[in-house]
């Protein structure tokens, strides 16, 4: 069965650097994406960017462009998104979800079809 | 950017029929997507593609579109039902994913 299993919650200082993992199984990873949404305690998802995991190409929300990276181990079936200059308003629960393509005229986008069980980043000084 | 707009809550009592609006003014309307979300879980996909079930999603949850309106029904609500519902689709300016602000559906 289809899984995506993160890595444990993580308490970082104001200015510092996380980074979260996704270990995926129970599919071929190379054959999708894989995108990364957060969620601030009590407010809406977040959708934050996706990887192709078998090209590495990868596209990212505006509002995070230059503060994440989203990676991927290929051999480790993971996918990785670091997130830089850490804020108290980054402190969120962090997922990671297999993207399912799906293409209506010229445009093609995704939806999530398996989600990881969540990533919670506490910033705090 | 692009908004998709939800109500904020959702209240009925077991046994009715919940119905939860998803708006937005993207031309031509891309599908929506839709996540049930539990306090402490994970977003679990509940239709995709405006109107689809999932397997291994109850019967009761349906949805349809009519316009740039996309609606989630869940017929004979359960208590199990109460939840946060997210619906998703995409910006189609930028094509990045974007999720509506989340309807709380209260069982009474």
């Known amino acids: 069965q289809v899984q995506l299993v993160q890595s444990g919650a993580e308490v970082k200082r104001p200015g510092a650097s996380v980074k979260v993992s996704c270990r995926a199984s129970?599919?071929?990873?190379?054959?999708?994406?894989v995108h990364w949404v957060r969620q601030a305690r009590g407010q809406r998802l977040e959708w934050m960017g996706w990887i192709s995991a078998g090209n590495g190409n990868t596209k990212y929300s505006q509002k995070f462009q230059g503060r994440v990276t989203i990676s991927r181990d290929t051999f480790a079936t993971t996918a990785y998104m670091e997130l830089s200059g850490l804020m108290s308003g980054d402190t969120a629960v962090y997922y990671c979800?297999?993207?399912?393509?799906?293409?209506?005229?010229?445009?093609?986008?995704?939806?999530?079809?398996?989600w990881g069980q969540g990533t919670l980043v506490t910033v705090s000084s | 950017s692009y908004e998709l707009t939800q109500p904020p809550s959702v209240s009925v009592s077991p046994g009715q029929t919940a119905r939860i609006t998803c708006s937005g003014d993207a031309l031509p309307k891309p599908f929506i997507f839709w996540y049930q979300q539990k306090p402490g879980q994970a977003p679990v996909l509940v239709i995709y593609?405006?109107?689809e079930r999932p397997s291994g999603i109850p019967e009761r949850f349906s949805g349809s579109s009519s316009g740039t309106t996309v609606t989630l029904t869940i017929s004979g609500v359960q208590a199990e039902d109460e939840a946060d519902y997210y619906c998703?689709?995409?910006?189609?300016?930028?094509?990045?994913?974007?999720f509506g602000g989340g309807t709380k559906l209260t069982v009474l």
């Open positions: 979800a297999r993207g399912r393509s799906i293409c209506n005229g010229t445009i093609c986008y995704f939806f999530f079809d398996y």
């Open positions: 998703q689709s995409v910006d189609t300016i930028s094509t990045c994913e974007v």
């Open positions: 129970g599919y071929t990873f190379t054959n999708y994406v």
């Open positions: 593609k405006d109107t």
